[in-house]
């Protein structure tokens, strides 16, 4: 039977948190991180993940509602959890657009060394003026040049990596390329699974070839289980172009899960949940993302506006912008007329995760047919709750998928590449 894989991503930002459920707590708190990672490798999951973000987000001038202030940087965080967890895979959100090689690869090869191998990277990249504005270089980056930077950043760091011998002999190095030139020696040397697991972002295109050639993990998003195998098929086609073999890249979208007693209590349950997901502000938060334009006027409970959006706008600030905000206002205009639905219940209908909802045996057998169908190799769980949003899966789903014989019951290797299936790469120093 083919095996699922499963991580754990640290919940906190845009509107999948439930802030005001009463067991939520601190965003910033070690003791949230902590239990959130012994949940995950009590679960015998693969990795624990971290998103980061380089700026406070705004919108309309202000700090967005749902940002987490006070953050702590995500490699520092997964530092100290190497401390209090043994096998569980740790994997830090760091942008490449505003970092450097030499310094971020001796960061990753350092958490690797303390983890004994167990360190992962979610390469995100931003052509992002407002963020820029942090850094020396600023707004600079075109967004046409953002993903040849990070292809040549992680080509960078691997030389790196590779620039100490397995036997443990350091070697010069030097790279000369159209957007790092640099040489010297590498300070950290070679680290226990060779080189950090790589994890790539991203639905588009582009991110798709960019994972094709570089990532030994893709985090995407899709919402059927049709989605899933149009999406599977398509990346792991790309994978011959670059000499690399269908289980060299595993698949592991983001979903969200609701569990009951019953299918029909879960439903309930997901009603709810979606329901405090998206208040009346955050209902109109998430229009505004869209429209561009201050709606703040408008019901919640009443109609979608009659204009169109502001193609211009620069409401929203450090924010993923929409593709094509023309395009998703007409879809959601065409959702809100067919079924009746105001703003609220638009926004509730039209920007929901992909979610397993039912009793611990539904949802096992859904994960499972996912996997199995090659709609996905593994998931990446987003809980609603922070920190004990993962505590009924595992306590309730993981033993029935363990019983299937989809999932592992104990780990069988100590490093992040053993639990994923990826084979350490060849040294090429």
Sequence with gaps: MKQMHLAAHFPGVNSTTVWTDPRSRSQIDFSSFEHLARTAERGRFDFFFLAEGLRLREHN??????????????????????AVTERLGLAATVNATFNEPYELARRLATLDHLSAGRAAWNVVTSS??????????????????????????????????????PDGTSRPFTHTGQHFEISGEFTVPRSPQ???????????????????????????RHGTLEAGRAFYADVKARLATYGRQPDDLKIMPGVTVVLGDTDAEAQENA?????????????????????????????????????????????VQGRVRVADPLAVAAKWRALSEAKGLSIRRTVIESTARQSFIGSP????????????????????????????GLDDFVDRVVPLLQERGAFRSEYTGSTLRSHLGLVEPVWKG
């Design 61 to 82: 001038g202000r700090i967005h509602d749902l940002d987490v202030v006070g953050r702590p940087e995500s490699l520092t965080v997964l530092n100290a959890l190497a």
């Design 128 to 165: 992002d003026a407002f963020t820029g504005e942090n850094f020396r270089r600023g707004g600079y980056l075109d967004r046409a040049d953002r993903y040849t930077r990070a292809a040549e950043f992680v080509s960078t760091a691997r030389e790196l990596w590779d620039s100490w011998t």
């Design 194 to 220: 060779g080189h950090p697991v790589v994890i790539q972002a991203g639905d588009s295109g582009e991110g798709r070839e960019f994972a094709a050639s570089a990532a030994d993990v893709i985090f995407t």
């Design 271 to 315: 009603a709810e949940i979606r329901r405090l997901q998206v208040s009346p502000q955050n209902a109109i938060l998430a229009l505004e993302q869209v429209w561009g334009r201050d709606l703040s006027s408008y019901d919640p409970d009443g109609p979608l506006p009659d204009i169109d959006p502001d193609l211009g706008s620069d409401l």
């Design 361 to 388: 045996e539904t949802v096992a057998a859904d994960l499972e047919k996912f996997v199995a169908t090659d709609a996905a190799d593994g998931f990446i769980l987003v809980p609603h709750l922070t920190p004990g």
